[in-house]
């Protein structure tokens, strides 16, 4: 075990989780408290507004459950702690979205980010169309400041979610609401798989650790700000989770389906569907995993090519690659955005960087194929942390998918794990 698996255990387990709860949640108001009163985007201010309510009220929960641990040791249990967990996400992430969705409704229009605005138009799009995405030619004719938004950089299974719009225009038809309702839905069934796993009880993942997991997916303030404002990458990360559930639970074939779902919605799905072939090709069910994993987002995009090839193309490649008729916005200041804009032949270099960060792990893969659902959640974690500091276009927000990954790897396993992604790969089992 590394001293940094030790440490992480020693945080975790203090006060029987109790005193990280606290820490997390007064760091989390604070957060939201700046938010609120420094963010230059609307959506995000208001989300601190009520997210800093929600924080501090569990914060104060906890330290009443801190309190009364010694007398009342039922309180302050993995279920209580979950009740608390779950209290947090509705007044953080779902109380702030509900109001926004219902403000935006009425008619103010700096209550959501683009990103929901986009999902909408897309699935408008789909409903009309039969493709979510505008041609080059139909994207040069908008006005230059509409040109952004007529973009649509998902996968084709993202449109899904702006179809409840285009039938109808109240505020639960709001994408955002249906980024809400699949996340959870996802989450659950992700909790409920590695629960009723058919292993020894002995072997099966502590509850603690699967509570630690669903929080880094749910309360954490970049998750539950991204789903109040946004929301598309909640569903995308969810569906990841609960394909490492399956495989933790022996089921390739469902891990391979919900994966593949995530990648029908966005592209960072991608790396982990790779990952879990890998993992399923140690159980002899590589090709299991690779139906699903594979075969929907391949299915997602056959109406689309057929529909417009070049409208996909223009959308889904040239514009996050920055080849679009606009600029991504997507520019937060980690290396390989510094080194794009700061050196000469500063994309190349980020870019061989980032190639070369794919080789190494392409490379880690082959020699050593992981043979846990840990082990593929930390490659996963680390490749996607690699991966986002690398990238010369990138958010801040993206970070969420390493950080839930790596906080849902323990809760995989029924024995403690390190945090190093050079787990040994088990004895294949007999057929």
């Given at each position: ?187 659950a069934v992700a909790v409920v798989a590695l629960r009723a796993a058919d292993r020894p ?231």
């Open positions: 075990m590394t001293a940094a698996s030790r440490t992480w255990r020693a945080l975790d387990s203090t006060a029987g989780g109790l005193a990280l709860d606290l820490g997390l949640y007064t760091v989390s108001a604070a957060f939201a408290a700046v938010t609120a009163a420094t963010s230059t985007l609307a959506p995000h201010r208001a989300w601190g507004s009520v997210a800093a309510v929600g924080y501090l009220i569990a914060a104060l929960l906890v330290a009443g459950q801190l309190l009364l641990r010694g007398r009342r040791p039922e309180l302050a249990g993995v279920p209580a702690r979950s009740a608390v967990t779950a209290l947090t996400w509705a007044t953080t992430a779902l109380l702030p979205l509900v109001i926004q969705s219902i403000q935006r409704a009425s008619g103010r229009t700096d209550r959501a980010q683009e990103e929901v605005v986009v999902v909408e138009h897309s699935g408008i799009r789909l409903a009309e169309h039969g493709t979510p995405y505008l041609g080059p030619d139909a994207i040069a004719a908008l006005p230059a400041d509409e040109r952004l938004l007529g973009y649509t950089p998902y996968q084709p299974g993202m449109a899904l979610f702006g179809l409840p719009r285009a039938g109808v225009d109240v505020w639960w038809t709001d994408s955002r609401v249906w980024f809400a309702l699949v996340t959870a839905l996802a989450l009880s002995a072997d099966r993942p502590h509850p603690a650790a699967v509570l630690r997991g669903v929080q880094a997916a749910t309360v954490l303030p970049i998750c539950a700000l991204t789903l109040a404002t946004g929301g598309d990458d909640l569903p995308v990360l969810a569906l990841c989770l609960l394909a490492l559930a399956c495989a933790a639970a022996g089921r390739p074939g469902a891990a391979g389906v919900a994966v593949g779902l995530a990648g029908a919605l966005k592209l960072f799905a991608w790396p982990v569907a790779l990952v879990l072939i890998f993992w399923g090709a140690t159980r002899r069910a590589g090709l299991r995993v690779a139906v699903g994993a594979l075969g929907l987002p391949v299915l997602a995009v056959v109406p689309a090519v057929l529909v417009d090839r070049d409208a996909l193309v223009e959308n889904v490649l040239r514009f996050p690659l920055g080849h679009g008729l606009v600029t991504s916005p997507a520019q937060s200041p980690f290396p390989g955005h510094l080194i794009a804009t700061g050196l000469p032949g500063g994309r190349v270099i980020a870019a061989t960087l980032l190639v070369a960060a794919g080789v190494a792990i392409a490379f880690r893969l082959l020699r050593h194929p992981p043979g846990t659902a840990t082990a593929t959640a930390l490659i996963c974690g680390y490749g996607l942390l690699a991966a986002i500091l690398l990238m010369p276009t990138t958010r801040f927000g993206y970070l969420l998918y390493p950080l839930a990954l790596l906080v849902w790897a323990p809760a995989l396993a029924g024995q403690p794990t390190t945090v190093s992604p050079e787990s040994p790969t088990p004895a294949l089992p007999r057929a």
